[in-house]
Structure formats: C-alpha cells, structure tokens
C-alpha cells in the first residue's frame, strides 16, 4: 500500500500483499514455536544425509559388502572355536619289517606302547601308529621356542603330522610341563596344528630325550623325534633351531 493509505498497487508495481501486524507481540508465539519446530526436523533431516552420504553414494552396494564382510568375520571365528579338532594324518604304509635297530632306538620303530591323543577327549593310540612325521618331546620347565610354529608349519606343507608331548620325568624342584601349558604352546603355531599326546609313564622321554636337568640346551630344549612312513625313526634332533637345516630335514622325511 502507498504511505498515504491508498489500496491502489504502489510506484514499483509491486503485488498487492495483505500483512496484518498485531497489537501484541505475544500473539505470534505459537507460530514461532512451529518456526522452530520445523527448523529443528530440518537440522535432524540435514545431519541424517550427511551420515548416510559415504553409504548412500554407491546405492545399496555398500550395505550388502559390510553385511558380507561381517557374515564371513563370524563364520570364521565360530569355526575357529567350534570347528572339528585336527586329527592324525592316516598312512597306508605298513610297518618296515625288519629294521636296523629295536624298538625305542635310532633306525628302529617307536615303542611298542601307548600313549593318549588329546583333543576333545582322550583316545588311546599306539605310539607305532604315530606315522609319518615329528613327535616333539617338551622337558619339564620349557619356554615355548619359535621351533614349535616353525615344525608346525614345515610338517603341515609337506603333508605330515606333528605331535607335542610333554616329559613326566621329574627334574629337581621342577615340574613337568603341563597339558594347559602345551596347548597354549601349541597355539603360538599359525601355520598349523600340533597334536597333543599325553604320555604319563614317559615311554617317548625315557627313549629318545636326556635326562631332565642336563646342562646346556640339550637339557632344556626341545627333542624332535622324526618318523618314516614306515615307523622307523630316522632322526632324533635335541634342541632344534628353525632355519634351512630343520627345513630340509623334515621335506626329506615328507618326500622320502
């Protein structure tokens, strides 16, 4: 409207706009209070899109690749935890019938004996069916050496079998290496599995590791114990070292 009160359109052109302005501010309150209602959803609105922008932008396609990634995540730790213990490789070879040596000795079979595989439960197993691979025999007191992983690993690419079991033999005041203790052993190894065994009379010890307590590294590391297919033992390896030496010892008991 003209300053004057005219209702005729003023000098600019501009529409006639019907404005109404109360006596009493206190009269727009309620139109404020939508004003700032509506701002507010506007906000929530404009911060809900910048969160999903980085998911939205490739459509569903990133929804779907995280709902994989985490499904895969989940079968594998369940496998891990529940999935089937491992188990003895099996061999289709027979006993060598005559060796060079008795039983319990270089170049001759394992002892005629049994000894228990511990996995879910106990099974009893006779040493001589312990074929082929490594039996590592663990002295009372033992600090878990990288040997372990590094048999674990060779055995299981040359397709044998690495069995761990700790010597009863007491040494001192100390005490034999527990079933706990060389299972927790035998997870530092990622590149396979050890098989524990559980021999309470120490045929295994008595037969191929020293005395406990004998000085040097003989007395405190590991005995690796290497079986042919056809049970002969054709090595008997105290305190190993990993390295090309211990590598080519075990291919040439996978490949003989």
């Not at 590294?217 to 049970?231: H, K, R």
């Amino acid at each position: 409207m003209r300053p004057d009160g005219d209702p005729e359109p003023d000098d600019y052109g501009l529409p006639h706009v019907d404005v109404v302005v109360p006596d009493d501010a206190r009269e727009l309150e309620r139109d404020m209070v939508a004003y700032h209602r509506e701002e507010r959803r506007r906000r929530r609105r404009r911060r809900a899109r910048r969160l999903a922008r980085p998911v939205t932008r490739f459509g569903v396609a990133i929804p779907i690749i995280a709902g994989a990634l985490l499904v895969a995540l989940l079968s594998g730790v369940l496998m891990t935890a529940f999935g089937p213990r491992p188990v003895p490789r099996p061999t289709g070879a027979q006993l060598a019938p005559r060796p060079s040596a008795s039983p319990g000795k270089l170049g001759g079979l394992l002892p005629d004996r049994e000894v228990a595989l511990v996995a879910d439960g106990r099974t009893t197993t006779p040493l001589q069916d312990l074929r082929p691979g490594v039996i590592g025999i663990v002295p009372p007191g033992y600090e878990c050496e990288s040997v372990v992983a590094e048999l674990a690993g060779r055995t299981q690419q040359y397709g044998l079998n690495f069995w761990l079991v700790a010597d009863p033999r007491p040494a001192g005041g100390g005490k034999a290496t527990s079933l706990k203790e060389l299972k927790a052993c035998a997870g530092t190894a990622h590149d396979g599995a050890p098989l524990i065994l559980e021999d309470r009379e120490g045929v295994l010890a008595a037969a191929y590791a020293p005395e406990p307590g004998t000085p040097g590294p003989t007395g405190t590391g590991l005995t690796a114990v290497f079986v042919e297919p056809d049970g002969v033992v054709t090595e008997i390896v105290r305190a190993p070292r990993p390295g090309p030496k211990l590598t080519g010892r075990v291919e040439a008991l996978g490949t003989g």
